[in-house]
């Protein structure tokens, strides 16, 4: 299976309507018009809808939305999304690799972890997965590798994210004079 092929069906999300993207010229090129709201770029749906299609298609310089009215994001913002996707499609693909029909039921699969952190987005709580992984009772030492290997995928994903926030706030402070 190609790498595009197995990030879609890792970021399928069940119950949500499909939108479409393709990458045109270095642009990613998002259909908005059968999503259940309108378009708006602040707002977290938005923005991971925007992430989880970068992390499928690759990165780009340039963001359009397709809708009655197009809107288009370039610079500073796409690469700061194109940060986030990175870390995410990382985090996706080293659980995806390593998935089993066991480990894909446990409530502590990394898939599941990942998720649950990736729900406070655009603040990941990675404490509250931490948390739910240190419930697991598994004596198997599969388990447990598995647990730790998510433990530590969860550190990763947490440090790229820290990595962005200094990144924006040193492009803030450098552009607004603070």
Same mark, same amino acid.
């Given at each position: 299976?190609?790498t595009k092929?197995?990030?879609?069906s890792v970021l399928?999300?069940?119950?949500?309507?499909?939108?479409?993207?393709?990458?045109?010229?270095?642009?990613?090129?998002?259909?908005?018009?059968?999503?259940?709201?309108?378009?708006?770029?602040?707002?977290?749906?938005?923005?991971?809808?925007?992430?989880?299609?970068?992390?499928?298609?690759?990165?780009?310089?340039?963001?359009?939305?397709?809708?009655?009215?197009?809107?288009?994001?370039?610079?500073?913002?796409?690469?700061?999304?194109?940060?986030?996707?990175? %870390?995410?499609?990382? !985090?996706? @693909?080293?659980? +995806? /690799?390593?998935?089993?029909?066991?480990?894909?039921?446990?409530?502590?699969? #990394?898939?599941?972890?990942?998720?649950?952190?990736?729900?406070?987005?655009?603040?990941?709580?990675?404490?509250?997965?931490?948390?739910?992984?240190?419930?697991?009772?598994?004596?198997?030492?599969?388990?447990?590798?598995?647990?730790?290997?998510?433990?530590? %995928?969860?550190?990763? !994903?947490? @440090?790229?994210? +820290? /990595?962005?926030?200094?990144?924006?706030?040193?492009?803030?402070?450098?552009? #607004?004079?603070?």
């Open positions: 299976m190609d092929k197995l990030l879609r399928n999300n069940k119950g949500q309507k499909k939108v479409g993207s393709e990458i045109i010229d270095d642009t990613l090129r998002i259909d908005c018009r059968n999503c259940r709201g309108a378009p708006n770029i602040r707002s977290s749906e938005c923005m991971k809808c925007m992430i989880n299609n970068i992390a499928v298609q690759g990165n780009v310089d340039k963001i359009r939305l397709r809708t009655s009215r197009d809107m288009e994001l370039s610079g500073q913002a796409v690469e700061i999304l194109c940060d986030i996707a990175s %870390t995410r499609r990382y !985090a996706l @693909l080293i659980q +995806e /690799n390593n998935r089993s029909r066991m480990c894909s039921g446990c409530d502590h699969s #990394r898939r599941k972890m990942l998720d649950l952190a990736w729900v406070g987005f655009p603040e990941p709580n990675f404490d509250t997965a931490r948390n739910k992984l240190m419930t697991s009772n598994s004596s198997e030492p599969s388990c447990s590798l598995c647990i730790q290997k998510t433990y530590r %995928t969860l550190d990763q !994903a947490e @440090l790229g994210i +820290e /990595n962005i926030k200094k990144k924006v706030s040193a492009e803030v402070a450098r552009t #607004r004079g603070i």
